[in-house]
């Protein structure tokens, strides 16, 4: 079976920094394309990070700079680097993986507060 397994979230004051972790099986990882989602209370979820096929990088415009992901093929893992982090980064993060509308996977989620 597949699973995505996230981890690393929790609470940190605002301008500090926290990695999440995402832990892949069932699937021959090259072949996905890799990203990062977030959700926050009453708002839709958002594509935050991302490889694209061409096998670059992309980042919401409000997380650019700030945020970095990050793949180990030869470990299955996924990255989120994450620092000066806001309130406003405050939601539910969610790694995905994706090679085609029948291929396309979600983990459950690691919640990360960003408070004083």
């Known amino acids: 079976q597949v699973q995505l397994v996230e981890s690393g979230g929790g609470l940190v004051q605002p301008g500090g920094s926290l990695t999440l972790s995402c832990a892949a099986s069932g699937i021959i990882f090259r072949f996905y394309r890799m990203g990062w989602y977030r959700q926050a209370p009453g708002k839709q979820r958002e594509l935050i990070a991302q490889?694209?096929?061409?096998?670059?990088?992309s980042y919401l415009d409000s997380v650019k700079g700030r945020f970095t992901i990050s793949r180990d093929n030869a470990k299955n893992m996924v990255y989120l680097q994450m620092n000066s982090l806001k309130p406003e980064d405050t939601a539910v993060y969610y790694c995905?993986?994706?090679?085609?509308?029948?291929?396309?996977?979600w983990g459950q989620g690691t919640q990360v507060t960003v408070s004083a």
């Open positions: 490889f694209t096929g061409a096998g670059t990088t």
């Open positions: 995905n993986a994706y090679a085609g509308a029948t291929y396309d996977y």
